[in-house]
């Protein structure tokens, strides 16, 4: 349990922990590339952690070493650096046991694609949270491509049996913008005897594609002018080899120190060397819109990602509207986003974010409870939410696991009146472990 109150200001620099996504494609695509790759910045969160033991059973070889950052600031850090010793495309092993994802969906989806080119047969399994989580999206774009994947009857959850083997090309049109399907799709194509297409109706993040390309591999990307939905083409036969990469931080995780610098009075935070990948930049864009002052500085290119330092100053938001193809580059901070939206002058709606219903938890459900605990006006919506501007004031609020839960009303104690209490905040270590202490050194 931990308790807030409304903090005078929160002033400082802060690095935030490596990207969750990149961090686990990193480790992915090294395990099933010829040669070395070298992880600088790996993120050592549980749902990571997962991936690597997930590998490490499958008899790929990671090595773990904890080193001062080299940065081009000078700053003295420490970083996790992993070393993934990748023997290609289909040299894992059978585990000879059930794979554990424990809480993590991007882990399960995309080792689902390559697990669906090896010569075994696998299992998946995770805790309560995911094995209550959609897999049919990923059955059964596979199930297109050959790959007969098996779940309890017509359950379409967790566990899942994959009957690995033979893949075939395929032609997928995806009614959702998710970037694990995607990378599912993408990952079994790299086994497939020919082209895969992949269609999705908006761009979702695309940090697969970005390494896959670093790797060695062959793809296209396609749109058509006017049109918001975009086709990935996958050309499978090129070697992918061993990358030296550098894991951007986290934006998702950037998310609660932005909305923290601009609620809470007196503020002026600067967030160092963030992801600003413009398939994950919507909530830049969404504290733009509500007249929060943010500046991006010093913005580079780290190996195929872009990156940036933030700063954020205290200021007065105004409610927007948030909805269509912006929403992939801002679902995980949808959390952090209603906050700000329920300390904003004015009414805020959120759209076409139905995919929130299967997250972590059914978060558009618990959004809705949780800010109304707090005595903010909402209404739920059959895709998003309505918030109208108030008052924050303290509540006792469940997580109930969901680590952006936790740390979104986290931010919403810091901006209230009263005190907040998070009734089990250790699931921060799902993403960000030492998110309270970063917190702490700020204020
Ligand atoms: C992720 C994709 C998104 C996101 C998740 C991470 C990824 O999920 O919500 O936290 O790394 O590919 P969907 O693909 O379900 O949208």
Known sequence: MIKLSSLSSLRGELTVPGDKSISHRSVMLGAIAEGDTTIHGFLSSEDCLATIDCFRKMGVSIEEACVPAERADGEERMETVLTVHGNGLRS???????????????????????????????????????????????????????????????????????????????????????????????????????????????????????????????????????????????????????????????????AYFLAAGLLVPDSCIRLKGVGINETRDGILRVIRAMGGNLVTENVRMEGREAVADIAVRTSRLKGTVIGGSLIPTLIDEIPIIAV??????????????????????????????????????????????????????????DPKGDHRLAMAFSVAGLAARGTTTITDERCVRISYPDFYDDLLSLS
């Open 340 to 397: 700000m939206a329920a300390a904003a002058d004015g009414t805020t709606v959120i759209r076409d974010a139905a995919e929130l219903k299967v997250k972590e938890t059914n978060r558009l459900e618990e959004i809705v409870t949780d800010l109304r605990l707090m005595g903010i006006g909402v209404e739920e919506t059959d895709d998003g939410m309505i918030i109208h501007g108030g008052t924050l004031t303290g509540a006792r609020i």
């Open 92 to 254: 894992l092993k059978d585990p000879g046991v059930t794979l554990n994802a424990m809480n993590s969906g991007t882990t399960v989806r995309l080792m689902s694609g390559i697990l669906a080119g090896q010569s075994f047969v696998s299992q998946i399994t995770g805790d309560d949270s995911l094995r209550s989580r959609p897999m049919g999206r990923i059955i059964k774009p596979l199930g297109l491509m050959g790959v007969m994947c098996a779940t309890a009857a017509g359950s379409e959850k967790l566990p899942i049996t994959i009957f690995g083997g033979q893949v075939q090309p395929v032609r997928y049109e995806s009614p959702i913008a998710s970037a694990q399907v995607k990378s599912c799709v993408l990952l079994a194509g790299l086994y497939a005897d020919g082209p895969t297409f992949y269609t999705e109706p908006a761009l979702s993040r695309n940090h697969t594609e970005l390494m896959l390309g670093s790797f060695g591999a062959n793809l296209k990307v396609k749109k058509k002018p006017g049109e918001s939905a975009v086709t990935t083409i996958l050309y499978p036969g090129t070697i992918l080899t061993g990358q030296d990469i550098r894991v951007p931080g986290d934006i998702s995780s950037a």
